[in-house]
């Protein structure tokens, strides 16, 4: 049986580092068919044929030039060996010189099991015009697209080792480092011809078996957002899919530690939540890139193989091999913590950090082992008050009975353990701003847009809170009638969590019966009292929102007080 690390490739939606460039249609294939030749902007002709990755369909023998791999290699040409042969002018090949002209060549015979070479891709459209994009036309409908993004991680895994070039010159910089299985938890692509089991490239979950896939639809089981027009993103539901399909996989005990890709503007939000609900003692590295697989200076390559390199040497484990450091995004060299990540920009480099008090753990894929240079405070997966081994079966939320408030039931968790997607919260994040007022009065009535919300949340069956994004640090509302209708949703029974604009520095406290997200971004403040809602329930509610009494105060604070705590360590 292998001792080689086994890391598991679990592929989430919208992913960059999972996508390519359009396959264009090459100039060699225009010529052959009679088509139009692409030409440079200014009409002059292209001089090269851009080459794709592609499989050989029979094996081929091709004659190398000697010294062509680098400009200074004839320079050292008393160091190399002889070439096999040379080749004549009628391009013939003998293995000594026939005359001065000829030209020294290495013979390489090339098969379809050696891997993808780069060619130029040769096809057309069904009805034999070039491909442009795409669409078989711009703006085209679903039935007109191709679909850039990979079904899974086996391909780009596989290019990188076939194509991917280390600093010294090795190659195989995965498999180098260990086994990989590919999981697609909520795919950035699908079948939507369907799929027979045995064609399939991925792993089925562990204690299942391949079924042949029906057909699969683009914004229910794939999210993509190319081609644009056609962009899709999941739902807040699919969070309970994505929990316990990667839990599963974790739980199988298979697996060093998993590698996830996403959207680079998503995917600090997902390993946040994964930090939070996850019950595990094996890393999970976020990986993205801002542009796209095999497009000129592809980020997500390098990515990837620091990843496996962070998960496989260790550096995560404490004492009892436990991760100690929770979910990371692996990004140019650095180790992020998911919790005080990002995106700035969209280049590479254009992470930052939140929250104004570190964020980067270490690094890793520089000369040498990786390396954690700070370790985070906050819990974690399996120290989480909030992973999903510790949530309930069920608790109660807020609901809307004629003219009074009641507190119902709402499940959370099936008989088996796994998270229900009815459970996840509805949080809302509103942003404040100063000069909101209408005018110089004081008028509750006139915040429309916060009571239409607050209905919503009672007439709905999922729980339900809010977070302000007020001044820094405090999170301070500027206008007195919207502090009033948030602090009488508190008494309605909704939590609300107050963090200061943007990327805020401070520790917004706990004030006037408002949770303190302390140095938590609005984005992360809402998923972490998501995961609260679903541990602690809705707050109580107070018969009249307007004028709770101190009993019913006492018993909001108490409430509040178990929130407060999971906000102050998470």
């Not at 091709?62 to 791999?69: K, P």
């Not at 010159?169 to 995965?174: K, V």
């Not at 391949?210 to 699919?238: C, K, M, Q, T, W």
């Not at 929250?355 to 700070?374: K, N, Q």
Request: proline share 8%.
């Amino acid at each position: 049986m292998s001792n080689r690390p086994r890391i598991a490739h679990l592929a989430g939606p919208n992913a960059t580092i999972q996508n390519t460039p359009p396959l264009i249609t090459s100039n060699k294939a225009r010529v052959k068919y009679g088509l139009e030749a692409m030409t440079l902007p200014d009409g002059t002709p292209a001089r090269f044929d851009v080459l794709r990755p592609q499989r050989l369909a029979h094996p081929v023998t091709v004659y190398v030039e000697q010294f062509s791999a680098h400009p200074m290699e004839r320079d050292a040409a008393a160091l190399y060996g002889p070439p096999d042969g040379y080749l004549d002018a009628s391009g013939t090949f003998h293995r000594e010189a026939t005359s001065a002209s000829d030209k020294p060549v290495y013979e390489v015979e090339l098969h379809p099991d050696d891997g993808v070479y780069p060619l130029p891709y040769m096809a057309r459209q069904v009805d034999g015009r070039p491909w442009e994009d795409d669409c078989t036309t711009a703006g085209g409908p679903t039935a007109s697209a191709r679909q850039p993004f990979f079904p899974d991680g086996s391909r780009p895994f596989e290019e990188i080792d076939r194509l991917g070039v280390g600093e010294h010159g090795e190659g195989n910089l995965i498999a180098a480092r260990a086994d990989i299985d590919f999981y697609r938890v909520l795919p950035p692509s699908g079948y939507t011809s369907g799929q027979a089991a045995a064609d399939r490239s991925d792993t089925p979950l562990p204690g299942q078996a391949h079924e042949d896939i029906a057909p699969e639809a683009r914004g229910n089981d794939f999210f993509y957002y190319r081609p644009y027009h056609l962009a899709v993103s999941p739902p807040r539901p699919s969070l309970a899919l994505m929990t316990n399909r990667v839990q599963q996989i974790l739980d199988s005990g298979l697996y060093e530690g998993a590698v996830w890709t996403q959207g680079s503007p998503r995917i600090e939000e997902t390993m946040y939540w994964f930090g939070l609900l996850l019950d595990t003692t094996r890393p999970i590295c976020g990986n993205a890139a801002q542009r796209a697989h095999g497009q000129i200076s592809n980020d997500g390559p390098k990515n990837l193989v620091d990843s496996v390199e962070y998960i496989t040497s260790r550096v995560w484990a404490d004492g009892e091999g436990r991760d100690r450091v929770g979910m990371v995004l692996v990004q140019e060299q650095q180790v992020f913590a998911a919790r005080d990540v990002q995106k700035g920009d969209a280049r590479p480099g254009g992470y930052v950090t939140t929250g104004g008090h570190g964020g980067i753990l270490g690094a890793v894929g520089h000369d040498g082992p990786p390396m954690l240079t700070y370790l985070p405070a906050t819990l974690h997966t399996w120290q989480s008050a909030v992973n999903i081994s510790r949530l309930p079966n069920e608790t109660t939320r807020v609901r809307r009975s004629g003219e009074r408030i009641e507190t119902v039931p709402v499940a959370i968790k099936d008989a088996s353990g796994s998270l229900l997607d009815s459970a996840i919260p509805k949080v809302v994040i509103i942003k404040d701003g100063n000069y909101l007022a209408d005018d110089f009065t004081d008028d509750p009535s006139r915040e429309v847009d916060l009571h239409a919300h607050i209905k919503a949340m009672l007439e709905g069956s999922t729980l339900a809170g809010f977070v302000v994004e007020g001044l820094s640090p405090y999170g301070f509302m500027t206008s007195r009638s919207r502090h009033i209708v948030m602090l009488q949703a508190v008494h309605m029974g909704i939590p609300v969590v107050r963090v200061g604009r943007g990327n805020n520095e401070g520790f917004t406290p706990p004030r006037d019966r408002f949770l303190g997200g302390r140095n938590l971004t609005a984005t992360k403040a809402r998923l972490l009292l998501m995961a609260c809602l679903m541990r602690f329930g809705s707050l109580p509610p107070a018969a009249n929102p307007q004028q709770p009494t101190e009993a019913e105060l006492t018993a909001i604070r108490e409430r509040l007080a178990q929130y407060q705590q999971v906000f102050d360590t998470h």
